[in-house]
């Protein structure tokens, strides 16, 4: 990660909340792995609490800034590239009525092709006495062309496609009769692999497990408007620090399950994150009740 | 030049309506300073839009006092800014001196036996000139001077405070960001901050030290009562415990060290533990214990004379359990990626 560290105008753009939520996360998991832009960041934003309460009375003019143009411009270009075909055929249209010698190309070329119409319909009916596909389909079908089902893995059956039977008296054309492959029917086995999963827990571990889940699915929506930028990164980077000491210790407690001190740190470092999925909870808590 | 009418009409409603949302939107900025008696407030570290502040507050320069039971128990339930630092002194009274802040008051909510002092007393902040939503009791203020009685307990729930309290007799701070500074507290502390330091000096009774993001530093520390615990915790800061007198000690950081310096007493238990960094103590060399260390991607190193009971190398993770002296204290430490080292003092 290191290797593509964030420009300054990143972070900047970081902390004033205006990049998008895919590039905040990505911007927030590269700071947590990387120093040099945790630095970075934690100097922006120093720079930040100084510089907004000194300039809070300028930022609160309402003159608009070039940053606002920018935005409206690109609002103005974006509404004209998102603007449906029929709008812009719509516009072509009008534009092309106003010419005389346009209305002139266009008559012409609409009686051209009505003429075209015309003829290409009537001579598809003149060739049109060849039988259809359906019935060339269902013409006798060599039994060589079909593999015993029998001989066949389950997953590579095929099933002859039923064609309906259509009379005709034109000789008949011998072909190879289509397949599709038989549509798997497998039924998901929801209880069947969650008893192992349970089964390779160890005890205790599932509920620690159940209650981080409960947890993260509350923090991972409060995080964003609870946690400031810098918090975020520190957040991320524990929680970083925590997944990696449980995903060792899980490893070495199924590769040796007697070694007891590997699985209290296991339980430890499961404890550590609740600990720490719990703070954003008791934050977001203790800002609500300062109102 | 349809277009560039076009293009202006559109710029020129957008400003129009930015305006409009900006002019309807509460601020939330601090009233200009009327009377000019205030001291200036310092520049709040809180970007504006993080934290929507409850209103408007005037910036006011308040002094109150109340005649209270020596053992009272002083709340500030709300405090959404400003440096706050309370004192003991030798009087029955409580006085309270708010600098470029709102206004405030007293409100007791509960009487001695005698009914002739409150044990029980709120501050509570007066904003009248909220503009929306009830009126709010939160206290504002550049800084916030306060002094109770030594045998006062004090209890403070804030946003964006620096807190020094020194000379009481019982602290409880929750704040979300600013750093706490306590000495001399005679009968248990719990200290919260989400952001920002814990620093305790000369601190007596039951300890429970937590921050989200900041160092704890302990410097002397011992229980008021028999079984008084000490505990302190950090997701991503050092902790630094000097001369602590604590039997039950329990410390934990995420990311970042641990340092104690102390005795291990008789009986003791100490549990140290960190995720990401290293644990370094220094006790006296005839301190007795039986240990238990477990650490990974480091090592261990015990100056004092030891003996190791079993040894188990298995992956990357390395425990020892051992004896040192008598070994009458036990201590459990726990280094997950990072050193442990026992010296002498």
Same mark, same amino acid.
């Given at each position: 990660m290191k290797d593509n560290c964030l420009d300054i105008g990143i972070i900047q753009a970081f902390l004033d909340g205006e990049l998008s939520h895919d590039e905040t996360s990505r911007v927030t998991a590269h700071v947590a792995l990387c120093d040099k832009c945790a630095l970075m960041l934690a100097d922006a934003e120093e720079e930040s609490a100084i510089v907004f309460p000194a300039l809070e009375r300028e930022f609160n003019t309402l003159v608009p800034t070039q940053r606002l143009w920018s935005k409206i411009n690109d609002s103005i270009q974006l509404e004209k590239e998102n603007r449906p075909v029929w709008q812009k055929a719509w516009a072509f249209l009008r534009f092309s009525l106003t010419s005389p010698s346009m209305v002139a190309a266009a008559s012409l070329l609409l009686v051209f092709g009505v003429f075209g119409g015309l003829l290409l319909n009537k001579s598809r009916n003149s060739v049109d006495n060849t039988p259809p596909m359906a019935a060339r389909q269902a013409a006798p079908v060599t039994p060589t062309a079909v593999t015993p089902a029998?001989?066949? #893995?389950v997953d590579e059956r095929e099933v002859p496609v039923e064609a309906p039977e259509v009379s005709n008296n034109h000789s008949p054309v011998i072909e190879r009769a289509i397949f599709r492959p038989e549509v798997k029917r497998t039924q998901r086995a929801a209880p069947a692999e969650s008893a192992p999963a349970a089964a390779a827990y160890m005890p205790g571990e599932e509920s620690y497990i159940k209650t981080i889940a409960t947890l993260k699915r509350s923090v991972d929506e409060q995080k964003e408007s609870v946690l400031r930028p810098s918090e975020r990164v520190a957040f991320e980077r524990n929680m970083a620090v925590v997944n990696d000491t449980i995903e060792k210790m899980r490893v070495e407690v199924k590769r040796n399950p007697k070694n007891e001190a590997a699985k209290q740190i296991l339980y430890s470092s499961y404890q550590n994150k609740i600990d720490l999925l719990n703070s954003v909870s008791q934050k977001e808590e203790l800002v609500a009740s300062l109102q | 030049m349809k277009k560039l009418i076009e293009n202006l009409m559109i710029v020129g409603a957008a400003s129009v309506f930015l305006a409009t949302g900006l002019l309807a939107q509460p601020t939330g900025r601090l009233a200009p300073d009327?009377? *000019?008696a205030g001291a200036p407030s310092p520049p709040?570290?809180?970007?504006? @839009?993080m934290f929507p502040r409850s209103g408007v507050f005037t910036r006011d320069t308040t002094e109150r006092s109340i005649k209270v039971d020596p053992a009272i128990n002083l709340e500030? @339930?709300?405090?959404?800014?400003g440096n706050i630092r309370v004192n003991g002194w030798r009087r029955n009274e409580v006085r309270v001196f708010v600098a470029g802040g709102s206004k405030f008051a007293f409100r007791t909510a509960q009487e001695n036996i005698k009914g002739d002092a409150p044990v029980w007393v709120k501050v509570v902040g007066i #904003? @009248?000139?909220?503009?929306? *939503?009830p009126d709010s009791e939160c206290l504002s203020g550049g800084s916030i001077e306060v002094d109770v009685p030594v045998g006062a307990s004090i209890r403070i729930r804030g946003r964006e405070i620096s807190t020094a309290v020194d000379t009481v007799k019982k602290v409880d701070i929750t704040s979300i960001g600013g750093d706490i500074s306590l000495r001399n507290i005679s009968a248990g502390i719990s200290a919260n901050a989400g952001r920002g330091d814990i620093t305790v000096e000369a601190g007596k009774g039951s300890m429970m030290l937590t921050t989200t993001e900041g160092n704890i530093v302990v410097f002397e520390g011992s229980p008021s009562d028999y079984g008084d615990i000490f505990k302190a915790n950090t997701h991503s800061g050092t902790i630094s415990l000097q001369s602590l007198e604590y039997r039950q000690v329990n410390v934990g950081s995420i990311s970042g060290s641990v340092s104690y310096s102390g005795p291990i007493l008789s009986g003791g238990s100490y549990n140290l533990r960190t995720s990401k960094g290293s644990i370094r103590m220094s006790v006296p060399a005839k301190s007795g214990f039986r240990f238990w260390a477990t650490y990974g991607y480091g090592s261990f190193a015990c100056d004092l004379p030891h003996e190791i009971i079993t040894e188990n190398f298995v992956g990357p993770l390395k425990a020892l359990a051992g004896k040192a002296g008598s070994g009458e204290a036990t201590l459990k430490v726990t280094a997950d990626n990072g050193s442990i080292a026992i010296r002498k003092q």
């Open positions: 029998s001989t066949l #893995n | 009327i009377d *000019g709040s570290p809180m970007r504006p @839009s500030f @339930s709300c405090v959404v800014e #904003n @009248s000139d909220r503009r929306i *939503g």
